[in-house]
């Protein structure tokens, strides 16, 4: 079974930078398409980034020029660089296989790690 497990969520004031960390104990990590998702309080969730097996990333309008994704595959990480947040950044974010990113369709998130944008 699938099992990632996301880090480095926390409070942060608008301007400011988070990193979050995915941990995948899957073996075939390294050949599958992975993303960051995240859900408004409220709110649907909503696609973010997404990086195939060779690296290649996407993003959503709402986060380009401001997210980074990014992926270490000798060590089943998934990482996500957030730069400039915004109050309505506050969410919470959730990694997952992408099973197809423009549907913004996914599959085995993790429990997600809270993310608070505030003043």
């Known amino acids: 079974q699938i099992q990632l497990v996301e880090s480095g969520g926390g409070s942060v004031q608008p301007g400011g930078s988070l990193r979050l960390s995915c941990s995948a104990s899957i073996l075939w990590f390294s050949s599958t398409c992975v993303g960051w998702y995240r859900q408004l309080s409220g709110r649907e969730i909503e696609g973010l980034a997404t990086?195939?097996?060779?690296?290649?990333?996407d993003y959503a309008d709402s986060v380009k020029g401001r997210f980074t994704i990014s992926r270490d595959n000798a060590n089943n990480t998934l990482i996500l660089q957030m730069n400039a947040l915004k109050p309505e950044d506050t969410a919470v974010y959730y990694c997952a296989r992408s099973e197809n990113w423009v549907a913004r369709r996914f599959r085995d998130r993790g429990q997600g790690t809270q993310v608070n944008v505030t003043s």
């Open positions: 990086i195939d097996k060779r690296g290649t990333p």
